[in-house]
């Protein structure tokens, strides 16, 4: 079976996602006070969710997108509780960023029609 086609705009989309989301986890500040209690982890869920759904949205390969997304939350946290002064790594957000990965690997593997699927597995 032929390997599934990228589709360009999904795929446009998840670099985008991926580029707010290191910019959101790597900056110096975390910015303001919450917007809500725990908008914190809210936007910890999103900002994972997003680009790991994107790229399966666009026929990536979700295995790696979700081992490589998967392993990059506890190594920001890791980064941000060591290598930047004004943030602290936090397990909790470690873990609402895995929470998120499993999100966008849910709802992605919903939308795209079974035989999809599997196409994403060869």
Do not use: C
Request: without cysteine.
């Amino acid at each position: 079976m032929p390997a599934a086609r990228l589709r360009w705009p999904w795929l446009a989309a998840a670099v985008v996602a991926v580029v707010v989301q290191l910019v959101l986890v790597y900056a110096p500040s975390s910015g303001g006070p919450p917007l809500f209690p725990n908008a914190d982890k809210v936007i910890h869920v999103v900002i994972f969710a997003l680009p790991v759904g994107l790229a399966i949205l666009a026929r990536l390969p979700w295995l790696p997108v979700v081992a490589v997304m998967a392993a990059h939350a506890p190594v920001s946290e890791i980064v941000q509780g060591t290598m930047l002064s004004q943030r602290s790594g936090d397990v909790w957000d470690a873990v609402a960023d895995l929470v998120g990965v499993a999100l966008g690997w849910f709802v992605a593997t919903r939308l795209l029609p079974r035989e999809k699927l599997t196409q994403l597995d060869a």
